[in-house]
């Protein structure tokens, strides 16, 4: 079968601000951009529909990153820090906890039903998170995007950023319901889609295997655009494996923290306290939590479950009615089995590992106005690295942040003549996937081998997430294997197109996984980064970034050491 580009329309547009991807980050960035500047020309690329894309799309029931009475922005930058085992970008952490309630606040004018107490205050479900009924908390937020008149494009897949030189003049695309090429040339662009999920096998098999914790249709495209465009990443071997209730892989937190359920054994014993007190209890790093209910499997106390036993029949309704805001699955569970909380606890399970820079820290590698290293280039919430448990209000703080960095200079940016001879390339990278040749990879196939490599080789849920450089090196040659390989897949519609690029992308982010997880000698975040060889933490040589850059026509990754400053010297530059 023979595809001719000379079939393809292309839609070219100029504006002032390119933003792609419209979750929070990407719709604050949007709003607070308007609201700065009536006259700025706003252009959003959403691979879905903004009504209902990426990890919110299903819903929330609370606010994770939250600062509550008796919390300040110095006490969440404290607790992130210590999570995250004193390796954080201090700078931007302390600049998001400044203003997520702000956030917030933004979220409840825009109509986020947030319940309070008979003071008026916020129900906080933990330290630094509040309850919310979120379950429309997406369409909620794209409301204020289209208010704004803001130009959104729905269902285009971003493929490669325009680069001139060390600058960024917008992106390339195309439409999976058109077929169009879209060519969008912007004086500024942010960078904002989610991070990456299925790059590892995942917990559930078959007809299953996108059910994960992670949004499925978050494949790495942000970073993968910044990769091949040769931006500064940092910090992709602090992957980010959830602990999730078993097959539904629904969130723990509604348990945890809503109705306080501890952790406990098959013997009823709360392990956490009783055995690994002296790593913090319950008060442990996120990571250590998971390294802990491993043991307990491991050493035959398995499996493990949030004890919700103990709750009364009005705690058990409404924990069910936590999850019809997030992930209803459980909830119908327990009505279809005629069963509660109470009596059928969930069992928690890891995750396979994901790239993530909102709960972890990997992504660009920003300054404080979340400028990339290459120029008009900005990156905020999931992609952006260095600022773990941003989380939603998070996300949407750094979409401001970056906007406003980008009105302020606008009046400097212009447009530049983009190469056509890069834009016939580009064109033929990407939709020569439609052409059928002798040998054809449908595109299921080659995820289904990236997946395998990487949990046999690359740490994960099979080898209990552990790493060493022998198996590393061995998913090193695999996944540079598979990159030649790629050439050969084949999409014989656009649907299958996109799925071609999303397993593209993908391995070009495992690419540059495998060689952050290989130079950093050391163990600093157990379960997201657990090395057999060096299996201990090693602040005299390892409390420094591990940073990349990739060359797109070589295929190499240079390794670049960051150093870690803390708020206080930053204060004083």
Same mark, same amino acid.
């Given at each position: 079968?023979?595809?001719?580009?000379?079939?393809?329309?292309?839609?070219?547009?100029?504006?002032?601000?390119?933003?792609?991807?419209?979750?929070?980050?990407?719709?604050?960035?949007? !709003?607070?951009?308007?609201?700065?500047?009536?006259?700025?020309?706003?252009?959003?690329?959403?691979?879905?529909?903004?009504?209902?894309?990426?990890? $919110?799309?299903?819903?929330?029931?609370?606010?994770?990153?939250?600062?509550?009475?008796?919390?300040?922005?110095?006490?969440?930058?404290?607790?992130?820090?210590?999570?995250?085992?004193?390796?954080?970008?201090?700078?931007?952490?302390?600049?998001?906890?400044?203003?997520?309630?702000?956030?917030?606040?933004? $979220?409840?004018?825009?109509?986020?039903?947030?319940?309070?107490?008979?003071?008026?205050?916020?129900?906080?479900?933990?330290? +630094?998170?509040?309850?919310?009924?979120?379950?429309?908390?997406?369409? %909620?937020?794209?409301?204020?995007?289209?208010?704004?008149?803001?130009?959104?494009?729905?269902?285009?897949?971003?493929?490669?950023?325009?680069?001139?030189?060390?600058?960024?003049?917008?992106?390339?695309?195309?439409?999976?319901?058109?077929?169009?090429?879209?060519?969008?040339?912007?004086?500024?662009?942010?960078?904002?889609? +989610?991070?990456?999920? +299925?790059?590892?096998?995942?917990?559930?098999?078959?007809?299953?295997?996108?059910?994960?914790?992670?949004?499925?249709?978050?494949?790495?495209?942000?970073?993968?655009?910044?990769?091949?465009?040769?931006?500064?990443?940092?910090?992709?071997?602090?992957?980010?494996?959830?602990?999730?209730?078993?097959?539904?892989?629904?969130?723990?937190?509604?348990?945890?923290?809503?109705?306080?359920?501890?952790?406990?054994?098959?013997?009823?014993?709360?392990?956490?306290?009783?055995?690994?007190?002296?790593?913090?209890?319950?008060?442990?790093?996120?990571?250590?939590?998971?390294?802990?209910? $491993?043991?307990?499997?491991?050493?035959?106390?398995?499996?493990?479950?949030?004890?919700?036993?103990?709750?009364?029949?009005?705690?058990?309704?409404?924990?069910?009615? !936590?999850?019809?805001?997030?992930?209803?699955?459980?909830?119908?569970?327990?009505?279809?089995?005629?069963?509660?909380?109470?009596?059928?606890?969930?069992?928690?399970?890891?995750?396979?590992?994901?790239?993530? +820079?909102?709960?972890?820290?990997?992504?660009?590698?920003?300054?404080?106005?979340?400028?990339?290293?290459?120029?008009?280039? !900005?990156?905020?919430?999931?992609?952006?690295?260095?600022?773990?448990?941003?989380?939603?209000?998070?996300?949407?703080?750094?979409?401001?942040?970056?906007?406003?960095? %980008?009105?302020?200079?606008?009046?400097?940016?212009?447009?530049?003549?983009?190469?056509?001879?890069?834009?016939?390339?580009?064109?033929?990278?990407?939709?020569?996937?439609?052409?059928?040749?002798?040998?054809? %990879?449908?595109?299921?196939?080659?995820?289904?081998?990236?997946?395998?490599?990487?949990?046999?080789?690359?740490?994960?849920?099979?080898?209990?997430?552990?790493?060493?450089?022998?198996? $590393?090196?061995?998913?090193?040659?695999?996944?540079?294997?598979?990159?030649?390989?790629?050439?050969?897949?084949?999409?014989?519609?656009?649907?299958?197109?996109?799925?071609?690029?999303?397993?593209?992308?993908?391995?070009?982010?495992?690419?540059?996984?495998?060689?952050?997880?290989? !130079?950093?000698?050391?163990?600093?975040?157990?379960?997201?980064?657990?090395?057999?060889?060096?299996?201990?933490?090693?602040?005299?040589?390892?409390?420094?970034?591990?940073?990349?850059?990739?060359?797109?026509?070589?295929?190499?990754?240079?390794?670049?050491?960051?150093?870690?400053?803390?708020?206080?010297?930053?204060?004083?530059?």
């Amino acid at each position: 079968m023979s595809f001719s580009t000379d079939k393809i329309k292309i839609e070219r547009i100029k504006t002032d601000f390119l933003i792609i991807g419209a979750g929070a980050a990407g719709c604050f960035a949007a !709003y607070e951009a308007r609201k700065l500047n009536p006259d700025i020309d706003i252009v959003i690329l959403e691979k879905a529909h903004i009504d209902r894309s990426g990890c $919110l799309a299903a819903g929330i029931n609370a606010i994770n990153a939250y600062i509550n009475a008796g919390q300040s922005p110095e006490s969440f930058l404290e607790y992130v820090k210590k999570d995250s085992m004193d390796l954080i970008r201090e700078d931007l952490v302390y600049s998001i906890a400044k203003e997520v309630n702000h956030a917030v606040d933004l $979220l409840e004018e825009w109509g986020l039903p947030i319940p309070k107490d008979e003071n008026g205050e916020r129900y906080a479900r933990g330290r +630094g998170s509040i309850i919310v009924q979120g379950e429309r908390i997406k369409p %909620i937020i794209a409301q204020a995007v289209k208010s704004t008149k803001a130009k959104v494009l729905n269902r285009v897949v971003v493929t490669n950023l325009i680069k001139k030189g060390n600058k960024i003049l917008g992106a390339y695309g195309f439409g999976v319901r058109d077929g169009k090429f879209y060519i969008v040339e912007a004086k500024a662009t942010l960078v904002a889609t +989610g991070g990456a999920g +299925g790059i590892y096998k995942p917990n559930n098999e078959g007809n299953a295997r996108h059910k994960i914790w992670y949004s499925p249709f978050n494949t790495g495209a942000g970073y993968a655009i910044g990769i091949r465009a040769g931006a500064e990443m940092t910090t992709f071997e602090m992957r980010y494996v959830s602990m999730r209730i078993k097959d539904l892989m629904a969130p723990t937190g509604a348990v945890a923290q809503g109705v306080k359920a501890q952790q406990v054994n098959a013997l009823g014993e709360r392990y956490l306290e009783d055995r690994y007190g002296d790593l913090g209890g319950r008060q442990m790093p996120t990571s250590a939590r998971l390294l802990a209910t $491993l043991q307990e499997n491991a050493e035959g106390r398995g499996p493990c479950y949030l004890d919700t036993t103990h709750l009364t029949k009005e705690q058990a309704e409404r924990l069910k009615a !936590y999850y019809l805001h997030m992930t209803p699955g459980l909830t119908l569970y327990w009505s279809v089995k005629s069963t509660s909380p109470k009596n059928d606890p969930p069992e928690i399970v890891g995750t396979e590992p994901y790239i993530v +820079g909102g709960h972890a820290q990997a992504g660009y590698w920003i300054d404080i106005n979340r400028k990339a290293t290459l120029e008009n280039l !900005y990156a905020a919430g999931d992609v952006a690295g260095g600022a773990p448990k941003k989380y939603v209000s998070g996300s949407g703080v750094e979409g401001m942040i970056a906007a406003r960095d %980008i009105n302020s200079k606008l009046g400097s940016l212009n447009h530049e003549e983009i190469n056509d001879h890069e834009i016939k390339e580009e064109m033929h990278r990407v939709f020569n996937h439609m052409n059928k040749e002798s040998i054809s %990879i449908l595109p299921d196939e080659l995820e289904l081998r990236m997946q395998k490599i990487m949990d046999d080789y690359a740490g994960g849920i099979s080898s209990g997430y552990v790493l060493n450089e022998q198996k $590393l090196s061995k998913a090193r040659k695999y996944i540079k294997h598979l990159k030649e390989d790629s050439k050969y897949l084949y999409g014989n519609n656009l649907h299958e197109l996109m799925k071609c690029h999303e397993v593209i992308d993908r391995l070009d982010v495992a690419t540059v996984l495998i060689e952050h997880l290989s !130079y950093r000698k050391e163990t600093r975040w157990p379960i997201y980064q657990s090395r057999g060889d060096y299996p201990n933490r090693d602040d005299k040589n390892w409390l420094k970034f591990v940073n990349s850059v990739y060359d797109n026509k070589s295929g190499e990754v240079k390794i670049v050491e960051r150093e870690c400053k803390p708020v206080s010297l930053l204060a004083t530059k």
